[in-house]
């Protein structure tokens, strides 16, 4: 039980920092995947260290 938890808390932050990334017009499917990596951690980077990018940033 504890081990589905875990996986269903992981998960969606993975999706929350998804949401967030694209919020700072970043690529949400890249931010999922560190997410899925790295977790809380990619929550923090994402949090204090990239501000938003302007709309025609490439």
């Given at each position: ?18 949401g967030l ?38």
């Amino acid at each position: 039980m504890e081990k589905s938890s875990f996986f269903v808390g992981w998960t969606t932050l993975a999706f929350i920092n998804a949401g967030l990334a694209q919020g700072k017009n970043r690529s949400g499917f890249i931010w999922f995947f560190l997410s899925l990596l790295l977790g809380p951690v990619a929550t923090f980077l994402l949090v204090v260290f990239f501000d938003k990018r302007p709309a025609g940033w490439d």
